[in-house]
């Protein structure tokens, strides 16, 4: 059941605001954008043919992407000989495009000022067979799909070959060295590209999309640390993106690197994923366009109920708190930004690792009762509404826990939500609730206390009162004491 999420649809509307053209929701407009080559003006207006063999007649259409979304641009239609053309007056914003093809296979192109090309290919094999004429970022970019078939050719037989041989042996060490000899002729040759092309998009697309080289993992004898390893290498992640360009948000290369930068090469707990997340941001502060979908795109991603992450809430809040402001997120009004920081306020109380709150109203008898008050080591905020199916679920489970566990050791502070005074009272009968249960019809005494997106919603304190678990399964709790136990 769903609970004080009535804001949620600002935060929507913050993060996609106005790129989209009229009438698609789904993708940026082409005649706003600014790149480090030049305005729009100084484009050319787009004419593509194509000479496809092996290619049925139907349907084409030219999908551009922005931010990890694709949009449609054009469409056109292929005639019996594989022929089609894309012609407009209206130039496309730089950045990738993909021509999807009737049998369902796409063809890339790298599109920046020079907008006109001829290519011809064979849909039996792009690779080997494209030839482009006219653009030099599509050329380039189809030139190397070649190239790189040719080095995975080269090296993943010695890949192979490295798993039949023990470490530090002769045979180990010479496959090595082949394996360093084929990298390093990969490097010098891209090298002479981007050096030949230094302010392509191919060049700065292609950068982009390189990994780091952190350490040389080749030499025969290197052995290096894991741990440090991966930290040199997400740090060194985004040292070939160019910030300055914004050809390069046309492309999937930022979105696909920040998947991988903050769902992989972070470990996934809250602070990691915070530290992280500033480290990103800190590069990008001057950088509006890119500050404005990095710190979207991450909030969107921690946004309750969006992760499965223990307290996702924690960097969320952080994200609304420190980087949606009135002096950051220029792009959105006040109001929206007052709803945003409302909501942070109500989740920021209850994050783990913070002294949970204590809550005071009254039980089943009238009487009150607080969380404070009560002994055990381990106390369960237990927030829940009787006619949440998850609840009549998951209560019978919490009253088997309480009955299992001694009362020095584990209490229950049951509290009932979005419900009337008598549907509380005929739930505690109906279920034999043997813990404390109460109700406040105002929801004032848990306000901005324990926050709820989703019932039931499971919190643990420990001995000194501390958050150790919140957004948990009954079947959880025990996992989460023991865990808090070996500490």
Not at 74 to 98: E, H, Q, V
Not at 146 to 155: F, M, N, S, V, W
Request: aromatic share 10%.
């Amino acid at each position: 059941m769903k609970y004080l999420i009535f804001v949620i649809s600002i935060f929507c509307l913050i993060a996609c605001t106005s790129d989209a053209p009229a009438g698609n929701s789904n993708g940026p407009t082409d005649s706003t954008v600014q790149t480090s080559q030049g305005s729009s003006g100084d484009l050319e207006n787009p004419d593509i043919s194509m000479q496809i063999q092996n290619m049925q007649a139907g349907d084409a259409f030219l999908i551009g992407t922005f931010s990890g979304r694709n949009f449609r641009v054009d469409s056109t239609s292929i005639d019996a000989s594989g022929n089609l053309r894309f012609k407009s007056n209206d130039p496309l914003t730089p950045g990738l495009y993909f021509i999807v093809l009737p049998d369902g296979s796409n063809f890339q192109l790298l599109m920046d000022k020079d907008q006109t090309m001829s290519i011809s290919t064979n849909a039996q094999d792009f690779t080997a067979t494209t030839v482009v004429e006219g653009n030099i970022d599509t050329k380039l970019l189809h030139e190397n799909f070649k190239y790189e078939r040719d080095y995975r050719a080269q090296l993943d037989p010695v890949n192979a070959q490295l798993k039949s041989h023990a470490e530090g042996s002769q045979q180990h060490k010479t496959l090595k060295q082949q394996q360093a000899a084929i990298a390093e002729k990969r490097n010098a040759d891209l090298e002479k590209i981007f050096k030949q092309y230094p302010n392509s998009l191919y060049t700065v697309f292609k950068k982009a999309g390189q990994n780091p080289v952190v350490l040389d993992f080749f030499k025969p004898d290197s052995s290096p640390d894991l741990g440090k390893q991966i930290y040199a290498y997400r740090n060194s992640f985004w040292d070939n993106v160019d910030f300055s360009d914004l050809r390069l948000l046309y492309t999937p290369v930022v979105s696909n690197k920040l998947n991988k930068y903050v769902h992989q090469l972070t470990t996934q707990d809250p602070d990691s994923i915070i530290n992280a997340s500033d480290f990103l941001i800190n590069k990008v502060l001057d950088k509006p366009e890119y500050y404005k979908y990095i710190v979207n795109h991450i909030a969107l991603a921690y946004e309750p109920t969006k992760s499965t992450l223990m307290d996702a809430e924690k960097v969320y809040v952080h994200m609304l708190q420190k980087y949606f402001t009135t002096e950051r997120a220029v792009w959105a009004d006040p109001a929206s930004i007052q709803g945003l920081q409302q909501r942070a306020f109500e989740m920021a109380g209850s994050l783990t690792g913070l002294k949970g709150p204590d809550v005071s109203t009254t039980d089943f008898n009238g009487k009150e009762k607080s969380i404070y008050e009560m002994t055990a080591d381990y106390i369960v905020v237990y927030l829940y509404a009787p006619t949440c199916e998850h609840c009549q679920e998951q209560t019978p489970k919490l009253i088997t826990l309480y009955n299992q566990t001694k009362r020095s050791d584990l209490d229950v502070y049951s509290i009932a939500i979005d419900t009337n005074d008598k549907e509380w009272r005929d739930y505690v009968k109906k279920t034999g609730m043997p813990f404390t249960a109460v109700y406040d019809p105002t929801n004032r005494s848990i306000y901005a206390k324990y926050y709820v997106d989703v019932t039931p919603e499971v919190y643990v304190l420990n001995k000194e009162r501390i958050i150790i678990g919140k957004n948990l399964k009954i079947d959880q709790i025990q996992e989460v004491i023991r865990r808090d136990k070996e500490k």
